[in-house]
């Protein structure tokens, strides 16, 4: 007994859309802003909606800020920096601020840069410390890595003044902090300068 073969079927195609409007895209000008509404028939994206509608995946959060393509900073010996800045009455202090910033502001392409750090040593020298552990720590963050260092570092700075230790143990964490940072991307020269 033979069985009765049925011709193999075919899967229905699937549907099909009108091409867009050769207007389609364009800024309406009767709308505000240059807005331009999706065309009859084109609403929100679907099941069966064409492929140059469909949003492109998310971006995962550890790649929502684009990598530092800059140049990496230098490693400064931390207790070289503590000895100049007393050796040069504080002077030193703000040669590290202009120095550091300016090279995380060219490596990240985000933050004050050394121009306007300097500027905020020299008018409000008690903020700088806070901004430079916020800035360290956010070099780490645009990798996706967590903070060592943040702003709330800087109140070993003041009022840890009081104590007379605070600042050297906000300068120690920090600068290594740093350092960790240029290290971890292949820097290996260490220099004051």
């Not at 679907?46 to 492929?51: F, H, I, K, V």
């Not at 492109?56 to 530092?68: I, K």
């Not at 040593?121 to 060592?148: C, D, H, M, T």
Request: proline content about 15%; aromatic content about 12%; hydrophobic content about 35%.
């Amino acid at each position: 007994m033979t069985m009765p073969q049925n011709p193999p079927q075919n899967p229905p195609p699937p549907p099909q859309h009108p091409p867009p409007p050769p207007d389609a895209g364009r800024p309406d000008e009767r709308a505000p802003y240059g807005y331009a509404a999706p065309p009859a028939g084109y609403g929100p994206q679907g099941y069966g909606s064409p492929a140059w509608t469909q949003q492109m995946p998310g971006v995962p959060a550890s790649e929502q800020y684009g990598r530092p393509q800059g140049p990496v900073g230098q490693v400064r010996p931390t207790g070289m920096i503590i000895l100049l800045f007393f050796v040069t009455l504080g002077i030193w202090g703000l040669v590290y601020y202009f120095q550091t910033h300016e090279e995380m502001k060219r490596h990240s392409g985000e933050g004050l840069g050394g121009v306007l750090a300097l500027v905020i040593a020299f008018i409000v020298g008690l903020v700088s410390p806070f901004l430079l552990s916020n800035e360290v720590g956010q070099l780490y963050e645009r990798r996706g890595q967590e903070k060592p260092v943040s702003a709330l570092t800087a109140l070993w700075f003041f009022p840890g003044l009081f104590i007379l230790v605070g600042p050297f143990i906000w300068f120690v964490q920090t600068n290594n902090a740093l350092n960790a940072y240029w290290q971890s991307l292949g820097q290996t020269r260490t220099t004051l300068v």
